[in-house]
């Protein structure tokens, strides 16, 4: 049997990894990454020769039960917790903490960092957020599926950005940072409405507990506290006490965002310093031990000083970011994605969003497929013109409201957070309405999603043509 030679076996394993460094860099990755993931769900969900074994993975109990013989103890550990609760409730808070990074980072240097800079894209969010939420409760008032109104109301940035990004120069810089900005903000929406309107019943004692808890981190980093381990233990009890009070446990990770310092250890002073003394302690190690290979012990321990000189040198926040962008974007929302969006198929009518409104149901999929598709960009678009004409805001620099608008079509892009606001919606329902109203609103999240990409897409195309041709 002939022998792979080693050489060309590591540099195949160079270039694969070259590559996937690559793939993970472009903006689009995570997107067809996602998309993957949707389709794999339906498929499990659906294959007669799957679709049981992937419904009691989700189901499986991971909650410690310690009893006693006597009966004197009982004691779930957390109770309830199944998979398909463990990603939601768990995994997705490291995914929160990462969007409340990316709020915090805009809101102190980013695009929301002034008035100027961030009274229109927030202005907009509100007007996404509003529109689509008001077209929902106008087909679903007074039905059963009224309280799913803020699925609608989430834009997905990973898949808006994704699309902007390769569609080139079509789209201007300048409604590529709005749009981002806008996302941003409408995030921040969104999580406020997770919170007050989609948790359960509040736990009042546990919920002062969990805000006295929070006070303490408020206070560990005003005395100055920079070292990430130390907020590590207060955000799990904050977890546990938000589990149990009735606050939606995944608002942790945005809670706990808000406290991480944004200021290094060392400054650029210090950094500077402490650089020259280590640097110079290399080369005279160096030059002392010029027989041994580099690097030497000495040489290893200047090495490993100057690599934690530049770790304290970074934000927390901005390492954090750093550290779990990919594992979010790659590991936990292709999760979400495959716990989520796997949808068994027992009524066809899941795909037909324009079926006519029943009296005591009401019509989920209209609602979010006309909330996201007309809604979403309506709304940005009205609420932009109003900042403009009133002088609250300036129109992003080359752009038409044409183009805006077809930009903002890509608002409508919902995905993530509204499958996320979909899994909370319809509770206080018989168990297999509230199963049917969120499988409903599952598949219009995705119907109505693709519909405002490929609508934006498109209407950025023609757009763009048209502006050519009058130059």
């Not at 409201?401 to 206080?428: H, K, N, R, Y």
Request: hydrophobic share 50%.
């Amino acid at each position: 049997m002939a022998l792979i030679p080693i050489n060309w076996w590591n540099k195949e394993v160079h270039n694969f990894r070259i590559s996937q460094d690559k793939f993970r860099k472009q903006p689009w990755a995570n997107g067809v990454i996602l998309l993957g993931c949707v389709v794999i769900a339906m498929l499990l969900a659906n294959l007669p020769f799957t679709k049981e074994l992937y419904r009691s993975f989700l189901e499986t109990e991971l909650t410690i039960h310690v009893a006693s013989p006597d009966g004197f103890v009982d004691w779930f550990f957390p109770r309830g917790m199944t998979m398909e609760k463990f990603i939601n409730d768990f995994l997705m808070v490291i995914f929160f903490f990462t969007v409340g990074l990316e709020i915090k980072r805009e809101i102190v240097c980013g695009e929301l960092s002034s008035p100027k800079k961030a009274i229109l894209p927030v202005i907009a969010a509100f007007g996404g957020v509003v529109t689509p939420a008001l077209v929902f409760t106008l087909v679903n008032h007074g039905t059963a599926a009224a309280s799913g109104w803020g699925i609608p109301t989430a834009t997905d940035i990973a898949f808006a950005i994704g699309i902007m990004s390769v569609l080139g120069d079509k789209v201007p810089i300048s409604l590529k940072v709005f749009l981002t900005a806008l996302a941003i903000a409408d995030d921040l929406i969104a999580i406020l409405i997770v919170a007050i309107f989609y948790g359960g019943k509040i736990n009042l004692v546990l919920l002062g507990i969990a805000l006295v808890v929070v006070f303490f981190v408020f206070l560990m980093k005003k005395l100055g506290e920079k070292r990430v381990g130390f907020y590590f233990v207060p955000a799990i009890i904050v977890w546990f006490l938000f589990y149990y009070s009735g606050i939606h446990a995944t608002m942790t990770g945005v809670v706990m965002a808000m406290f991480i310092p944004m200021e290094a250890r060392y400054n650029k002073a210090k950094f500077h310093r402490r650089a020259r003394i280590l640097y110079e302690g290399l080369v005279e190690a160096e030059a002392i031990h010029t027989s041994e290979a580099f690097p030497n012990g000495p040489e290893r321990y200047y090495l490993r000083r100057l690599s934690g000189l530049t770790k304290r040198s970074i934000p927390p926040s901005y390492r954090l970011e750093h550290k779990l962008n990919p594992i979010v974007n790659f590991l936990i929302m292709p999760i979400f994605a495959l716990a989520n969006a796997g949808v068994e198929i027992t009524d066809p009518s899941y795909f037909n969003v324009f079926k006519a409104i029943d009296p005591v149901m009401g019509s989920v999929s209209l609602g979010i497929f006309l909330g996201l598709v007309l809604g979403k960009p309506l709304g940005i678009t009205a609420a932009s013109w109003i900042a403009i004409k009133c002088k609250l805001g300036e129109m992003p620099s080359k752009a038409t409201w044409p183009m805006l608008f077809a930009v903002a079509c890509l608002g409508g892009i919902g995905f993530t957070m509204s499958i996320f606001v979909d899994t909370l919606s319809f509770g206080g329902l018989d168990p297999a309405v509230t199963a049917h109203l969120r499988d409903a609103g599952k598949i219009a999240v995705l119907m109505g999603s693709l519909c405002a990409g490929i609508l934006g897409t498109v209407l950025i195309n023609i757009v763009s043509s048209l502006q050519k041709k009058k130059a």
